[in-house]
């Protein structure tokens, strides 16, 4: 029933860097896009970075340079390298996938639990 499972989360000083993994079920297939939200308290949620199927990426203005997102098709996993992480990134990062359900055999998004990063000195 769990869909996408999260980890790599934790408090780190600023400067420091976390790597984010999510591992979705192998069962869902025809996968188009991975993507990194991030959501801060009293705030909506933000599109960090994405990655297409086709290796396409695309950063929000305020991590390009410091965050990197990845992927390993063939276990259906996205990563996020963050170096050079600052306070304004503490957020809970939730991890999104855009594919076909094996069950309904219909397209849809799919989100993590969510995993924390605070960054603090």
């Known amino acids: 029933q769990v869909q996408l499972v999260e980890s790599g989360g934790g408090l780190v000083q600023p400067g420091g860097s976390l790597r984010l993994s999510c591992a979705a079920s192998?069962?869902?297939?025809?996968?188009?896009?991975m993507a990194w939200y991030r959501q801060a308290p009293g705030k909506q949620r933000e599109l960090v970075a994405t990655i297409t199927n086709g290796g396409n990426t695309n950063y929000v203005d305020s991590v390009k340079g410091r965050f990197t997102i990845s992927r390993d098709s063939a276990k259906n996993t996205v990563y996020l390298q963050m170096n050079s992480l600052k306070p304004e990134d503490t957020a809970v990062y939730y991890c999104?996938?855009?594919?076909?359900?094996?069950?309904?055999?219909?397209?849809?998004?799919?989100w993590g639990q969510g995993t924390q990063v605070t960054v603090s000195s």
């Open positions: 192998r069962s869902i297939f025809s996968i188009s896009r």
């Open positions: 999104n996938v855009n594919g076909v359900d094996p069950v309904a055999f219909i397209r849809r998004d799919y």
